[in-house]
T-cell receptor
């Protein structure tokens, strides 16, 4: 199974809402990632988890809060977002994050719209 | 991290061979060259990776000259389904200089295949 799943596929939320994005992989990968992609732009790295610990935060605003409950799951908690946060949020996983470069497997993404 | 430069767009017809060149003049000794493909509203997908000379897999070839300051992704006999954005990335993914699994996507090349 080389699939990374993400739920929900689409999410519309108001600026005062709290919501969560979920990501799951069963490839035994020990590194997981969150990316943000705006329309017609390349993906931008947000967070990297290595062995369930946050190893990289690319200066992401605190209204985005990642969580890695176990080696297969990755969440992104959203609170008080702004309309400019509307984007495709991509999750990825790889065998590891160091000693690579390792192929990253991406999920289909969650299309987030903030109203 | 080495910066990459690719053409913004390319057009081809079905059945033709397509070559997309990427420039990475300041590539480091430990850097690998990796290509990803992305369809609209989907996550990127790994295509091929190489360090020097030529690498071939079932979908593409990667040509890297001796100075490694550029690389060429070759797609043989493209079809309409190859219409996508192609990203060239350079990095070593090792825990050196805090690269630690970071993937930095450049602007990518929009390949359009016509019937």
């Amino acid at each position: 199974d080389t699939e990374v799943t993400q739920t929900p596929k689409h999410l519309v939320m108001g600026m005062t809402n709290k919501k969560s994005l979920k990501c799951e992989q069963h490839m035994g990968h020990r590194a997981m990632y969150w990316y943000k992609q705006k329309a017609k732009k390349p993906p931008e790295l947000m967070f990297v988890y290595s062995y369930e610990k946050l190893s990289i935060n690319e200066s992401v605003p605190s209204r985005f809060s990642p969580e890695c409950p176990n080696s297969s799951l990755l969440n992104l908690h959203l609170h008080a977002l702004q309309p400019e946060d509307s984007a495709l949020y991509l999750c990825a996983s790889s065998q590891d994050s160091a000693g690579g470069p390792y192929e990253q497997y991406f999920g289909p993404g969650t299309r987030l719209t903030v109203t | 991290l080495a910066k990459t430069t690719q053409p913004i767009s390319m057009d081809s017809y079905e059945g033709q061979e397509v070559n997309i060149t990427c420039s990475h003049n300041n590539i480091a000794t430990n850097d690998y060259i990796t290509w990803y493909q992305q369809f609209p509203s989907q996550g990127p997908r790994f295509i091929i990776q190489g360090y020097k000379t030529k690498v071939t897999n079932e979908v593409a070839s990667l040509f890297i000259p001796a100075d490694r300051k550029s690389s060429t992704l070759s797609l043989p006999r493209v079809s309409l389904s190859d219409t996508a954005v192609y990203y060239c990335l350079v990095g070593d993914g090792t825990d050196r200089g805090s690269t630690l699994g970071r993937l930095y996507f450049g602007r990518g090349t929009q390949l359009t295949v016509w019937p």
